[in-house]
């Protein structure tokens, strides 16, 4: 995992956008234990109190989940969801690029359409 200490995305942030990541890639699995707080601080060379953060947002996110004494695991249902997730976002980054081009809401739904069609037949091959 790479910390750009000189990013002005936080360092918590930058350690919970690797992790989600891989929880979304499949490194993580469902019901897997995620590094211990201390382990992963110390791979890092960051305060255990920043790991903390980045698994406290990955908790409010629902895809992972502490056990009291036993460690932070993967939520078993977050991978299909963060999945969709990522996804969500993707598309609206593209819609939001649509709109700053002029194009009209109709306009960017067609041009869904017809990458979704195209999709579609490509796997169906």
Same mark, same amino acid.
């Given at each position: 995992m790479l910390i750009d200490p000189k990013s002005p995305t936080p360092i918590f942030r930058q350690i919970a956008t690797h992790l989600r990541q891989s929880i979304e890639n499949g490194v993580y699995r469902p019901g897997e234990m995620l590094p211990s707080i201390r382990a992963l601080a110390i791979d890092i060379k960051v305060n255990p109190n920043t790991v903390q953060r980045a698994?406290? /947002?990955? *908790?409010?996110?629902? #895809?992972?989940?502490? +056990?009291? !004494?036993?460690?932070?695991?993967?939520?078993?249902? =977050?991978?299909?969801?963060?999945?969709?997730? /990522?996804? *969500?976002?993707?598309? #609206?980054?593209?819609? +939001?690029? !649509?709109?700053?081009?002029?194009?009209?809401?109709? =306009?960017?739904?067609?041009?869904f359409e017809s990458a979704l069609r195209q999709y579609v037949s490509g796997v169906a091959q």
């Open positions: 698994y406290d /947002a990955l *908790e409010k996110e629902g #895809l992972a989940e502490s +056990r009291r !004494g036993v460690g932070v695991f993967v939520a078993d249902h =977050s991978t299909s969801s963060a999945a969709e997730k /990522a996804v *969500e976002q993707r598309l #609206l980054k593209c819609i +939001r690029q !649509g709109g700053r081009a002029g194009m009209t809401p109709e =306009s960017i739904r067609l041009a």
